[in-house]
């Protein structure tokens, strides 16, 4: 599925078939990209150029993804 978030052009897939995440941004600068567990514990940050995290580690389950870009930050929800 994608969400877009509607001050920005921040698009996230993921690809069950290849358990990776892809975050496209458009114009915006992506910073810095966390996964947290519900629980809200920090499982994985990835910073620098981001076109797609690999959560082939992580165990299934949902997660909410914190994307930090010049903007602000903002909040998607992954069910992996």
Excluded at 6 to 24: G, H, S, W
Excluded at 58 to 76: A, F, M, R, S, W
């Amino acid at each position: 599925s994608v969400d877009d978030m509607p001050e920005m052009n921040v698009k996230c897939r993921f690809d069950k078939a290849t358990q990776q995440l892809y975050i496209t941004s458009g114009e915006t600068t992506l910073h810095t990209v966390q996964l947290y567990t519900v629980a809200g514990t920090c499982v994985k940050t990835v910073s620098g150029r981001i076109p797609a995290i690999d959560v082939s580690e992580l165990p299934h389950g949902i997660y909410l993804v914190k994307i930090q870009t010049e903007n602000g930050d903002y909040l998607h929800k992954l069910q992996k």
